[in-house]
């Protein structure tokens, strides 16, 4: 059964600096990873498609990396502002589930 | 392009009343999902459906059915509602004919109460 890691739970940084979300799993059997972006009372917004083949995907100020052989992303997030402040949730897909991670609430302070 | 909708998108409802959530996809894919979001649970599945006509049980299924009625649509049901199902629930849509782990699609959720 896959099981999908985020820590820490939450996360407070000061607005400009430069920060790492962690993601592990257990199985490294997967299709594809995704990062969301989920705001408070909101849906999930995607932010990035890894598929298995890949290593990395870049969109913006974000840039998500893939390791299967050790069961980790990472979500970078260059020059982090007030409006990154959210809940980050990475999902990996494989035999026809999606598996969630319970989030790493980031706070980005001005 | 709409994406994924759900309806409703607020609902109260009293214990043992039954209710239907609805979804529908316009991306043409082939898996649809039924999850729950509770705080400090995150999002566990509840049914997920591989392709029409096919549904198979998640995590958390007890209390509910599903319904794939078409290729578009994935309904979830509440025969008689508990103040546990309290929750939001959230679908989504991935997967295309010869590449099953396309991105993936959220709705924007049904806020349940059961008093």
């Known amino acids: ?110 | 392009n709409a994406g994924v909708t759900q309806t409703p998108k607020f609902q109260v409802l009293k214990t043992g009343q039954s209710m239907t959530l609805q979804c529908a996809q316009d991306m043409n894919h082939n898996s649809m999902y039924w999850y729950r979001q509770d705080p400090g649970m995150g999002l566990r599945l509840i049914y997920y459906s591989a392709s029409e006509g096919t549904t198979d049980k998640g995590e958390v299924p007890n209390g509910y059915n599903v319904s794939r009625l078409n290729k578009r649509e994935f309904s979830l049901r509440l025969e008689s509602a508990a103040p546990s199902q309290t929750s939001v629930y959230f679908c989504a849509s991935n997967g295309k004919q010869g590449i099953p782990w396309t991105e993936a699609f959220f709705g924007q959720g049904t806020r349940l109460t059961v008093v």
């Open chain 1, 1 to 110: 059964k896959q099981e999908v890691t985020q820590i820490p739970a939450a996360l407070s940084v000061p607005e400009g600096e430069n920060l790492v979300l962690n993601c592990s799993f257990t199985d490294s059997a997967i299709y594809n990873l995704q990062w969301f972006r989920q705001d408070p009372g909101k849906g999930l917004t995607s932010l990035l498609l890894i598929q298995s083949s890949q290593r990395e995907q870049t969109s913006g100020r974000l840039n998500a990396s893939l390791d299967k052989s050790s069961g980790r992303s990472t979500l970078y997030i260059a020059a982090s502002q007030p409006g990154d402040s959210a809940t980050y949730l990475c999902v990996t897909g494989a035999n026809s589930k999606l598996t969630f991670g319970k989030g790493i609430t980031l706070s980005v302070r001005p």
